[in-house]
């Protein structure tokens, strides 16, 4: 295939994973890094990368073969990028095993940006090149692209409240996933988890009773009931709510 193809940080990364299966002749990755959120919160994340991206550059990078196919891989995405710096740049051992570091470091959100050429690279490597790019698809392929950017828009999307309209409730903890273990001293938790005053639905029906309707011989008299609906903090600024809806 000719064309110029939007890439995405996974299908690189997944890459890196099928050249290290090749280069220890395993069917399978069985990878350390389970749960990136909670890794994160026990600071271990770090440490965990590190030591798998310098696993990756060893066996991938350490086998002729998977080397030489990262190196043609990387070398024919970049030739066609629209960024002159990117197309010209020459790769050497050196380039490909720093590539190879900053994928992963960008995989699991610890890299930040260099102000240099490897940003440029990394752009091109999760399809997000500023300038125009030719992108080949399928009629079925644009629908299902399209489909789930509506799905990701309606489930993750959240509107910005208004500043006046927000609560802002600090803390200072040194290690917050230690903090979190003990619910009954969480502040944010708690605060979440308070309910509001003001009421966001009530509804009244009419009750009457068995006797009452018994002793008048009839249907009795009715007695009005209400309801009120008391929303959490949490509730209200979820993203079920549209922020036009909360006013001072």
Do not use: W
Not at 95 to 106: A, D, H, I, S, Y
């Amino acid at each position: 295939c000719d064309q110029k193809m939007a890439g995405n940080l996974s299908s690189i990364y997944q890459t890196l994973i099928s050249l290290l299966n090749l280069s220890t002749q395993s069917f399978y990755f069985q990878d350390e890094i389970v749960n990136t959120f909670l890794d994160k919160m026990t600071g271990s994340i770090t440490s965990k990368v590190s030591k798998h991206e310098d696993h990756l550059a060893r066996l991938v990078l350490g086998a002729r073969v998977p080397a030489q196919i990262l190196e043609h891989i990387l070398a024919d995405k970049f030739r066609r990028s629209t960024v002159p710096s990117v197309a010209a740049e020459q790769l050497s051992p050196q380039v490909v095993e720093k590539v190879l570091r900053n994928v992963v470091q960008q995989k699991f959100e610890q890299r930040a940006p260099s102000g240099d050429l490897y940003d440029e690279f990394l752009r091109l490597l999760s399809g997000e090149q500023q300038s125009l790019m030719e992108i080949s698809y399928t009629k079925q392929q644009q629908k299902q692209k399209q489909k789930q950017q509506n799905k990701n828009q309606d489930s993750d999307t959240m509107d910005i409240f208004n500043r006046k309209n927000q609560l802002e409730v600090e803390i200072e903890t040194d290690n917050y996933f230690q903090y979190t273990m003990t619910p009954q001293s969480d502040v944010p938790r708690i605060a979440l988890g308070l309910p509001i005053p003001i009421p966001i639905l009530v509804l009244t029906y009419s009750s009457s009773s068995s006797s009452s309707r018994s002793r008048a011989g009839g249907t009795g008299s009715a007695r009005r009931r209400t309801i009120g609906v008391y929303p959490t903090l949490q509730f209200l600024y979820s993203h079920h709510v549209q922020a036009d809806y909360i006013t001072q």
